[in-house]
């Protein structure tokens, strides 16, 4: 089993649509959990912090269930610059276990 | 515009060549890592440095070699690589390795790297 398992996809959602990622994780001494975006060709970038209340940022809703370990992206009203892949990254404690799930790739349809 | 750059953004070498990526940062940052990443796979860490000390080498061949002149550089040097080595290479920061619960690496836009 993978340390940090997500649905490649590819998504493919119209322009004002709520899609939903989902990232399960496999070390339950996991510590803190992230979403980057990956644009095509570009680098990873940070998008948000996942934490046990759930978190909110404009359209991006993140939210953490230690118990069945999973994380959630949440997308509301996705807009054509959505479109990249999402990467879900779990830190069990040290810079050699910052893992990086295989991401999840998002096309928004205008 | 991303803090990270790295140079070259492009490099096409021959399996006999030596050449060398650089990164540099100006944050601040302590922590500096090289990434390797094949096309539709997330980044695979290759190499940490911490205070300019490599504290991690995930058994990446000796064909590839990293330096960090000082706290802002970061060198990656390869020499007889494969056509496998082939992939985009990834330098990032952060503040240290020991903060990482703050989750945030700086990524640079990374040096595309194609081997003859």
């Known amino acids: 089993r993978k340390e940090v398992e997500q649905d490649p996809g590819p998504f493919n959602v119209p322009e004002g649509a709520t899609v939903a990622f989902n990232c399960t994780y496999s070390?339950?001494?996991?510590?803190?959990f992230f979403w980057y975006r990956q644009d095509c060709r570009k680098e990873p970038k940070l998008l948000m912090s996942v934490y046990s209340s759930g978190n909110e940022d404009g359209r991006f809703t993140a939210q953490l269930n230690r118990a069945s370990q999973y994380i959630s992206l949440l997308i509301r009203d996705s807009k054509l610059s959505d479109s990249a892949t999402y990467l879900c990254v779990v830190n069990s404690g040290s810079a050699r276990q910052l893992t990086f799930g295989s991401g999840t790739q998002l096309t928004v349809l205008p | 515009d991303t803090e990270v750059t790295q140079t070259p953004k492009h490099l096409v070498m021959g399996m006999t060549n030596k050449k060398s990526l650089k990164c540099e940062q100006h944050?601040?940052?302590?922590?500096m890592y090289w990434y390797k990443q094949k096309a539709k796979k997330p980044p695979e860490l290759m190499f940490v440095y911490s205070y300019e000390k490599l504290s991690i080498n995930e058994s990446v061949p000796s064909r590839f070699s990293p330096e960090c002149p000082n706290s802002s550089l970061l060198n990656l040097h390869l020499h007889a690589l494969q056509p496998e080595d082939s992939a985009l290479y990834l330098c990032?920061?952060?503040?240290?390795?020991?903060?990482?619960?703050?989750?945030?690496?700086?990524f640079g836009e990374g040096s595309r790297l194609t081997v003859l």
């Open positions: 070390n339950s001494a996991s510590q803190s």
């Open positions: 944050m601040g940052h302590r922590a």
């Open positions: 990032a920061s952060s503040q240290e390795t020991d903060t990482l619960s703050t989750g945030e690496l700086f």
